[in-house]
């Protein structure tokens, strides 16, 4: 269970007013910006999520500031979780335009060794590690979306260790 300072200021993504001087010089100076040096977030990880707008006109442009065009019909996620399944990924909404995307990304060299039955004689007890650039632990990413969304009609899928979560907007 995340502290409470973590659900105030998860590592978290706008798609709110984010073009404007103003959204970039907001947080200027903010600790909360720079996530990982604060004590709430230690051992927390924020995977890679990219986001994409769903457009029907098929323009290449994004929607700038708050107007969401008639086109745009929902958005995208999609994160890097190697070795998280679907049903270990937890999704949360605190209103009808803000999710929050919560699991555990397994350690792989265990996940490895368990399905092998060790490999040529080694068992993951014996593994000291001496350098790790896979991430391994709870992860946490939040989203806010620039207009209300269909929270009971998510899609979301796994595969290759990427997750796709489809998100509509609201009529």
Known sequence: MAT????????????????????????????????????????????????????????SSSSSGNVVPQTVTGWLLVGELPGVRVENIKIEWIDESIIFIRGKIPSATSQIMTSLQGFNGIQAAQLKPLHRDRQ??????????????QTQTLEMAVKDGVLLVKVLRAE
């Open 4 to 59: 409470l300072d973590c659900l105030r200021h998860p590592h978290h993504i706008s798609l709110i007013d984010r073009h404007s001087l103003r959204a970039k010089l907001q947080h200027l100076g903010d600790e909360y910006y720079n996530v990982d040096a604060l004590p709430s977030h230690q051992g927390i990880l924020s995977p890679k999520f990219d986001v994409f707008e769903i457009d029907t006109s098929g323009q």
């Open 136 to 149: 391994e632990g709870s992860f946490e990413r939040s989203v806010t979306f620039p207009m209300k969304v």
